[in-house]
């Protein structure tokens, strides 16, 4: 089954203990991009990637890194988080390196930093 | 910069009514749109798209029409069932640039 698949899809954790989302599509999508979802706020693209080793900054990359070593994988690292760094994630991938708009999702992973 | 606005709900609305919920847009070139749909715990999904002017795109009793001359692309349904209770997202995707979301419609459909 076509998916994009994150882990994990719940954590809670405490101030300034890095933690890594990963995010993995079967797809052999080109883009993937990281957004953060927000009461009020929508969604704000955090990081994407248009192929291997290519990563770009979004709106919100503050606090945030990723790597794009391999084609399937987009991991979302949080070296130090913060409280304000509470939020549902979600990775995305596409087709094509640049983005067209139509993005396949993953289910989201909802974070809580204490 | 691009940006989306889209009605403030949430919605709610009984069951076989009709719906709108209104989506207006700023581009500087020409976009694409979209609207995506969030059922609860989920993912969002993309559920329709225009890539020109008068496209008119339709998915699952959908459909949105680009209207270029009023900078809008709004969602409507016939007829709406329980199971179309979600969060609704339009979008926007200049080429080159990031999707825009606006900051999502819940709609809730009540028997």
């Known amino acids: 089954e076509a998916q994009v698949t994150q882990n994990p899809r719940y954590l809670i954790t405490v101030t300034g203990k890095k933690l890594t989302v990963t995010c993995s599509q079967n797809?052999?999508?080109?883009?993937m991009s990281w957004y953060r979802q927000d009461p009020g706020l929508g969604l704000r693209q955090i990081y994407y990637?248009?192929?291997?080793?290519?990563?770009d900054k979004g709106d919100v990359p503050e606090g945030y890194k990723v790597s794009r070593k391999e084609k399937r994988n987009f991991p979302l690292i949080l070296e130090s988080p913060s409280p304000n760094q509470t939020s549902l994630y979600f990775c995305?991938?596409?087709?094509?390196?640049?983005?067209?708009?139509?993005?396949?999702f993953g289910e989201g992973s909802r974070l809580t930093v204490l | 910069g691009d940006s989306v606005t889209q009605m403030e709900g949430p919605v709610t609305l009984s069951e076989e009514a009709f719906l709108t919920i209104n989506c207006t847009y700023t581009?500087?070139?020409?976009?694409?749109l979209f609207w995506y749909v969030q059922y609860p715990g989920e993912g969002l999904q993309l559920l329709l798209k225009?890539?020109?002017?008068?496209d008119k795109g339709s998915n699952k009793g959908f459909e949105a029409t680009y209207r270029k001359e009023t900078t809008s692309f709004h969602l409507e349904k016939g007829s709406v069932q329980v199971s179309d209770s979600a969060v609704y997202f339009c979008?926007?995707?200049?080429?080159?640039?990031?999707?825009?979301f606006g900051k999502g419609t819940r709609l809730s459909v009540i028997a």
């Open positions: 225009a890539t020109k002017a008068d």
């Open positions: 995305a991938s596409s087709p094509r390196r640049q983005n067209t708009g139509e993005l396949f």
């Open positions: 797809m052999n999508h080109e883009y």
């Open positions: 990637s248009m192929n291997v080793e290519v990563t």
């Open positions: 979008a926007l995707s200049d080429p080159g640039t990031p999707l825009v």
């Open positions: 581009a500087t070139g020409y976009p694409s």
